[in-house]
Protein backbone atom coordinates (compact mmCIF):
# COMPACT_ATOMS: atom_id res chain seq x y z
CA UNK A 1 0.00 0.00 0.00
CA UNK A 2 1.16 2.92 -0.71
CA UNK A 3 1.20 6.02 1.55
CA UNK A 4 0.30 9.03 0.40
CA UNK A 5 0.14 11.34 3.40
CA UNK A 6 3.19 11.66 5.18
CA UNK A 7 3.79 13.05 9.00
CA UNK A 8 2.89 16.70 9.34
CA UNK A 9 0.30 16.64 6.60
CA UNK A 10 -2.50 19.08 7.05
CA UNK A 11 -5.67 17.21 5.86
CA UNK A 12 -9.61 17.34 6.45
CA UNK A 13 -12.36 14.37 7.79
CA UNK A 14 -16.15 14.75 8.10
CA UNK A 15 -17.58 13.72 11.05
CA UNK A 16 -21.30 13.23 11.68
CA UNK A 17 -22.21 13.06 8.02
CA UNK A 18 -21.65 17.26 7.96
CA UNK A 19 -19.20 18.65 9.98
CA UNK A 20 -15.49 19.32 8.37
CA UNK A 21 -12.55 18.95 10.91
CA UNK A 22 -8.80 20.49 10.23
CA UNK A 23 -6.37 17.45 11.35
CA UNK A 24 -2.73 16.75 11.28
CA UNK A 25 -1.06 13.42 10.09
CA UNK A 26 0.73 12.10 13.36
CA UNK A 27 1.47 8.62 11.45
CA UNK A 28 0.68 5.51 9.44
CA UNK A 29 0.54 1.94 10.46
CA UNK A 30 -1.29 -1.03 10.34
CA UNK A 31 -3.39 0.50 7.29
CA UNK A 32 -4.75 3.31 9.52
CA UNK A 33 -3.29 7.08 9.72
CA UNK A 34 -3.36 8.60 13.05
CA UNK A 35 -4.51 12.19 13.10
CA UNK A 36 -4.29 14.75 15.75
CA UNK A 37 -7.03 17.36 16.09
CA UNK A 38 -6.01 21.16 14.76
CA UNK A 39 -8.56 22.96 16.76
CA UNK A 40 -8.50 21.16 20.17
CA UNK A 41 -6.47 18.24 21.85
CA UNK A 42 -7.17 14.60 20.76
CA UNK A 43 -7.18 12.47 17.96
CA UNK A 44 -8.50 9.97 16.07
CA UNK A 45 -7.69 7.01 13.51
CA UNK A 46 -8.89 6.76 10.27
CA UNK A 47 -8.21 4.63 6.96
CA UNK A 48 -7.16 7.22 3.64
CA UNK A 49 -10.34 6.57 2.06
CA UNK A 50 -11.74 9.05 4.97
CA UNK A 51 -9.40 11.31 4.36
CA UNK A 52 -9.31 14.82 1.97
CA UNK A 53 -6.65 16.70 0.96
CA UNK A 54 -8.37 19.76 1.05
CA UNK A 55 -11.40 21.43 2.26
CA UNK A 56 -13.58 22.00 -0.90
CA UNK A 57 -12.73 17.86 -1.25
CA UNK A 58 -14.20 17.38 1.77
CA UNK A 59 -17.11 19.76 0.52
CA UNK A 60 -18.48 17.89 -2.06
CA UNK A 61 -18.56 15.20 -0.55
CA UNK A 62 -20.98 16.62 1.66
CA UNK A 63 -22.83 17.51 -1.69
Known sequence: MRIRYRSGDT??????????????????GGGLYTLRFADSPGGVRLRENRLF???????????
Open 11 to 28: VYIIESVRFIRQCVVLRF
Open 53 to 63: PTEEAAKRMIG
